[in-house]
């Protein structure tokens, strides 16, 4: 599962969006068919199917890899604080930002 799109400030590419859980991506991983999607879903999805969920491409566990590209744009999103009004800006999400 994804990051709630409601934490975050501004603006979100949809392209950073999975197309599974329709958050953003929480630890990107991607299949040869270079879909990015979260890596708890595309796990959860493929117990029950051997292809990619958005263009259907065939696809299995030993194909997926993590997007490290991907996960450097997130450090140029902005996002809310869970209990103030303030925002925090460049800080990575693994630190638990979110």
Known sequence: M????????GYVNEGLL??????VLENPTSGIC????????IHG???HHHNCPEDRQSL???SIAAFIQL?????????RFHSFS???SAIPLEDGGL
């Open 45 to 47: 999805w493929l117990v």
């Open 86 to 88: 303030l925002f925090a």
């Open 2 to 9: 994804g990051y709630d799109i409601e934490r975050f400030v």
């Open 34 to 41: 270079r879909t990015c999607l979260c890596s708890t879903c």
């Open 18 to 23: 999975c197309c599974i859980c329709q958050d």
């Open 71 to 79: 996960n450097f744009y997130f450090l140029n999103l902005n996002y």
């Open 60 to 62: 299995d566990v030993s």
